[in-house]
């Protein structure tokens, strides 16, 4: 068997590939990918639009994003709700003193 120097990618798929068939490890590598494709389809996305192709580049960051906020709306609810909280107190805060 002949080594390349490109076969180090070639490798880690098809491990990741028999592990992901064999069931090993599976949530791990399936939270790990429910993240990783929205995030992959922005850096694409950003890509495309930075190489030319601005209308598929658009289409594939649209994606990307959406898919992004819909994996990470967990989090960015109560992040939300902390932010409009602090905003409203600082609105309040503001009105004391007359600078509102």
Sequence with gaps: ???????????????????MLM???LPLIHGMFRILFPVLLVVL???GIKSGRKVIGWVVLF????SLIAKLSWIIGP?????????????????RNGTY
Aim: glycine fraction near 20%; proline fraction near 0%; charged fraction near 10%.
């Design 45 to 47: 996305g950003y890509y």
């Design 23 to 25: 069931g090993i490890a």
């Design 79 to 95: 992040l939300l709700g902390i932010a409009l909280v602090v905003w409203g107190i600082s609105v309040l805060k503001g009105r």
């Design 1 to 19: 068997m002949q080594r390349r120097q490109g076969n180090g990618l070639a490798i880690v798929l098809i491990v990741l590939g028999a592990i």
């Design 63 to 66: 994606i990307g994003v959406m």
